[in-house]
Structure formats: C-alpha cells, structure tokens
C-alpha cells in the first residue's frame, strides 16, 4: 500500500471484515437450522455456506497480508 | 441504546436480531477505528488530499467505483431498473466504460502530470481564476447536493427496512462518516471505500443469486415479468429505442448514445473530482491509467447487484411499486425495491450484512462528495480567492474543518432532496447543470492550445446557464420537452440526457467562437496542460499485459459483447 507510510495493506482490513462477519453468519445459520427464519427459500440455508465463503476468504486475505509483510 | 432504537421505530418491513445488531455496530467501529488510525499518516497537504499519492493501481480503482457506488446508486438504480427495465444498465455499460477507458488512456496523463489538486485546479493552470473559480463553485454546490440526495436515500432504506426514524438514521451514518474523513482525510475516504467496495458486493450479491433460482433462471425471469406486466418490454436495451413511445423511458437511442455515452457519462467520468481524486492519489503515471480501466471491470459487473435485482423485483414482488410521489398506506416506492428484495430472501444474519451493505454505500458515497468538497474548497476557493501563501499545516486544518461544515450542509440538503418526487431525475439535473458543459471545457482545453482563457470562461458559463434553463423550461411545460428532449413522450431521465447534450454543444460552440476572435495563451505557458505541447510518458518496455492500452481495449471489447447480449 504505501512506501513512504507504514501503513497496514487495506486488504488486511477487509480480511477482518471478512473473517468476523463470516463467523457471525454462519453461527447464526446454525442456530436456525432446524427453526428457518420466514423468508423465501429459507430451506436452502444460505448463511451457513455464504458464512463458509467469508471465512475462507478472510482466512486468505488476513494470511496474506497481515502487518509485517511486506506486501502490497 | 435498545431502548432509544425502540422509540424510534415507526413501522418496519424486518426486525434486527442481535446478530444483525452486531453486524452492524461492528461496521461502524471498524471504519471509526481506521479513520483514527490513519489520523497520524495524514500530516501534510498532500497526504490529507491526495493520500500521500501512494495508492496501488486497485487500490485507486476500487475506490474509484466505490465513491460512486453510494446507496443513492443502490437504491435509486434498482429503483430505475424497476420502472425502465434493463434499459438502466446503459448507465453502467455504454454511459461509462468508454468515458472510463477514455480517462485513463487520454486524460489521466494531463490531470497527473500538471500535479493540480483538483479538476478546478487544472481548470486554474490551463485557463485561469475566472474558470476554475466557476467550476470550483458549481462542484462545492453540486457535491454538497449530492452529499444530501446520498443521506436521504440511505435514510429511507433505514425506514423501510428498520422503521428507524429518518432523522436519527441521518445523523448517526453522517456523523460517523464526518469523524472518519476529518481525522484521515483521503487516506480514510479510500480504505473505507476499498472495504465498503466488498461489503456492498458480499451483502448484496445474494439476492440475484437466490432471485434467479426462485425464477428458474434468466429465461424464467422474463417469462415471470412478461406474466406480471404483459405487453411492455423490461429485457432489452438497444431493440425497444428505436421510438420513444416503445420504451418505459420515453428515450430514442439518440439519447443514450449521444447524449448519455458522448457526453453526460464523459463529463461525470473524466471532469467530476469525486472520482478523479481516487485515481489521482495513484503513486505513478501507470497506476493513475490502470485504476480507472481496472475500475471499469467492476463498474461492468455492478448491475449484477443492482439492475438484476431492480427486474427480478418485477417478476416476483406480489405487489406493483408505485412513483415516490404517489405512495399511499401499504404501498411501496420504486427505490423501495432492493430493500423489500433484501427482506424477502435474506434472515438473521444476511440481514444485518446486507443493511450493512446499503449503509456502506451511503458512507462511501457521502465520504466520496466531503473529501472532495474540502479539497476543492481549501484549494480552488479559500487558498485562491480568501488566504493566499498560508503554511500547509493551515490549509490541512481547515480541510478538516470543511469536512465538518460540508457534512452539516449536506444534512441541511438532505431535507430538500425529500421534497422530490423522484430521486434519480433530481440528480441527473445536477449532473447535466455542470457537469456536461465542464467536460466540453476541459477537453477543448487539453486537445486544442488555440483555446484562450476568456473563451474556457465564457464557454463553461454558457453551457451552465443553458443547462439550467433548459431544466426549468422542461419542467415548466411539456411543451418545451417535446422542442428540446425530440419528444413530449420523453421521462425525466430522458429530458436530462438531452439537456445534457444542449447544454455541452452551447459551451463548445461558444468556446469556438470566442477563441477565434481572442488571443491564444504562448506555448511556453502550455507545456504539460495540452497534447501538442505534452511529453506524455511511453510504456514501450511494458508487457503486453502491463499495457493500460490492452486492458482498456479488453473493457471495451466486453461491453460489446453485453450489449450484443442483452440487444
């Protein structure tokens, strides 16, 4: 991100956001899986897989570029 | 806090669990917490303005889209998308990429090179006070309108979704954001439009995929809204322009290629400083061309997330969506249709990121016109015309401060924009007011060294004035629209791509006639503001996949191909 400023890469931050907001989700689909919400095709279960897919993205990107790699 | 949230709810389509409150609450204090930690990076003039003009290529791109994907584009979009069909995605497709492509392939290398701050900036080297000094104006009014019509918006999906009251959902976004940006300046507008960028595409991305399954696909799709509303066609965008009674908009294919693609879309893309500063804060000449084109990719794939929504709503909402102005009990406006969309597929949890998403919106796009607004301010109206020669430490204090003052202005517009019956008409008003006739200006200005600094002046006054006389003379009498938008069939979104057409002819023309019969600016005073008189920087040594060029050429390649698609 910056030579002449040591900043943390913004991609860490979204990594962040990614990994919090994925773990957030996915508990809660767990939590309604055997209740579903009232929504339309609650039976598909999206915030189980859609929390799976932020995890593992904000596992990628928190990996990648966590502070003190020197990385862009 | 549960307690003054429960005063405040009126009627509400969905009720936030504790995991969405949680969602929410931790947005906020991540992007309050990156503002305060870039605080200390945001010591000088040029790091407070232009991000210490370090950002990578995708840094620069992603905020460049961002700061124009507010929750007005979200909302209002999808709103159109509703009413005209695919028609909207012209102002994703044709009335962008290309003015995206142009800007990093041609006029990126001037606005970069002459190191201005700001497009006014440019305006002040290339023709002088009395240009840069209308056009600094005309953008602080329209950025701080603009600010308003964005804080609305996000005001209304807090009502419809949360049944929040519209003032505290107003001030609680709006204060938040002013903190972040006043602590630290461009540096905190961008990293919070880089995250806001995929909070929106991840809270949002779920209702086209989970709308297109319930349809069965594209195909179920049209059958459902051909069902829905027989004899009118929502799927096309180039087959029904052929007239202007055989479209929702009432627009030929004039309109869109002329007066949207040649001119509205350049203007807005190439001269709005919103979006140039993000690409200006580039750390070289290359990455300054690369973030616009790497931009144009994501800007090619955002109807995913807002015009596909906008239709699947006209295929699956049991109810019809009326006009703003005509809501009555029970009933659902047009920019209503994403959140009701977001209500029907998403529960605990995908709730509260996909109202995340939309808040995120309006902060990128309210973060965009603040930062913009103090730079333009500090720089093009206060160190100019009010306090020439102040130390930089001065300069970065009352961008802080103007940030501030903008934002609380903006709230004041916020209660005029809810004066308008529709949203969307409202700022292509705007737009066309000074944008088209600011984007003849500047082009003149860097292909043509004849042009002279009385003739830039008087051409972009002209086209300003054009423009707003033509507004108001279409919306006096359809008389008018049928003179000067070709038909009385002609919608608002219509008219504003006509005005804007008008408006950008008159200051061309004027600045033709006044150049020649003024004297030209000498060449010495010239060089890096205009082509002839420019060494802009080769890249023969680049790979052909490093080449702005090739990249630019692929976007473009694509857009083809879509509209060919989706003919």
Redesign the interface.
């Known amino acids: 991100?910056?030579?002449?400023?040591n900043?943390?890469p913004?991609w860490f931050?979204?990594g962040?956001?990614?990994l919090?907001?994925g773990v957030?989700?996915l508990?809660?689909?767990l939590a309604?899986w055997s209740h579903?919400?009232?929504?339309?095709?609650?039976d598909?279960h999206?915030?189980v897989w859609?929390?799976i897919l932020?995890i593992a993205l904000g596992v990628v990107y928190c990996g990648a570029f966590r502070p003190g790699r020197n990385k862009? | 806090m549960t307690a003054i949230l429960g005063m405040l709810v009126a009627e509400r389509l969905a009720h936030l669990s504790a995991v969405d409150l949680a969602i929410v609450i931790f947005y906020f204090a991540l992007v309050l917490g990156i503002g305060f930690y870039l605080k200390k990076f945001a010591k000088t003039g040029e790091d407070f303005f232009l991000a210490g003009r370090e950002m990578t290529a995708w840094v620069a791109g992603l905020a460049f889209v961002s700061a124009n994907l507010g929750s007005l584009e979200l909302l209002g979009w999808a709103g159109n998308a509703y009413q005209y069909g695919i028609l909207a995605a012209h102002w994703y497709w044709i009335g962008a990429i290309p003015a995206m492509v142009f800007l990093g392939l041609v006029m990126m290398p001037f606005y970069y090179i002459s190191k201005t701050h700001s497009v006014p900036g440019y305006l002040q080297l290339r023709y002088g006070s009395a240009a840069s000094g209308l056009s600094a104006i005309t953008f602080a009014i329209m950025t701080i309108l603009m600010s308003g019509v964005n804080m609305y918006a996000m005001a209304v999906v807090m009502k419809v979704v949360l049944g929040w009251d519209i003032n505290f959902s107003m001030w609680v976004s709006s204060l938040t954001v002013g903190v972040y940006v006043a602590a630290g300046g461009l540096f905190s507008a961008i990293f919070n439009e880089v995250l806001q960028f995929f909070l929106i595409w991840f809270g949002a991305l779920l209702i086209p995929i989970l709308g297109l399954y319930e349809t069965g696909g594209w195909k179920g799709m049209v059958a459902r809204i051909q069902q829905n509303f027989p004899g009118q066609d929502f799927t096309h965008m180039w087959g029904p322009m052929h007239s202007f009674s055989s479209n929702p908009m009432g627009i030929h294919w004039t309109g869109i290629v002329f007066g949207l693609a040649a001119v509205q879309s350049m203007g807005y893309w190439t001269t709005d400083f919103l979006v140039v500063q993000r690409v200006l804060s580039a750390k070289d000449i290359r990455s300054a061309k690369m973030a616009p084109i790497i931009g144009s990719f994501f800007k090619m794939a955002v109807p995913l997330i807002v015009i596909l929504p906008g239709l699947l709503g006209l295929a699956v909402l049991p109810m019809h969506l009326v006009p703003g102005s005509q809501v009555g009990p029970g009933q659902h406006s047009y920019d209503e249709v994403l959140p009701l969309m977001l209500v029907r597929y998403c529960g605990p949890g995908l709730l509260g990121l996909g109202v995340t998403a939309l808040v995120a919106g309006f902060m990128a796009g309210m973060a965009g016109n603040v930062s913009a607004f103090a730079t333009v301010w500090t720089y093009d109206i206060y160190r100019p015309f009010i306090k020439k020669n102040a130390a930089d430490q001065h300069y970065v204090s009352m961008g802080r401060w103007c940030t501030i003052i903008g934002l609380f202005v903006s709230i004041g517009t916020a209660y005029l924009a809810m004066r308008f019956a529709s949203l969307m008409d409202y700022v292509q008003a705007l737009f066309g007011f000074f944008i088209a006739p600011l984007f003849g200006t500047v082009l003149l200005g860097m292909l043509w060294k004849r042009v002279s600094k009385a003739a830039g002046f008087l051409g972009l006054l002209a086209g300003t004035v054009t423009s707003i006389t033509l507004f108001f003379l279409m919306k006096s009498s359809p008389h008018w629209v049928a003179i000067f938008a070709l038909s009385p069939e002609a919608k608002g979104l219509a008219q504003a791509m006509y005005q804007s057409l008008w408006s950008c002819t008159t200051c061309v023309v004027v600045t033709i006639l006044v150049t020649l019969v003024t004297k030209p600016r000498p060449d010495e005073e010239l060089r890096g503001l205009v082509y002839s008189l420019t060494d802009v920087a080769k890249e023969e040594h680049a790979s052909l996949f490093h080449k702005p060029v090739v990249w630019g050429m692929a976007a473009l390649a694509l857009l083809v191909i879509l509209q060919i698609i989706f003919w």
């Open positions: 991100m910056s030579e002449k400023h900043i943390i913004v931050f979204v962040v956001l990614f919090v907001y957030l989700i508990g809660s689909g309604e579903p919400p009232n929504t339309v095709l609650a598909l999206a915030p859609w929390g932020l862009v």
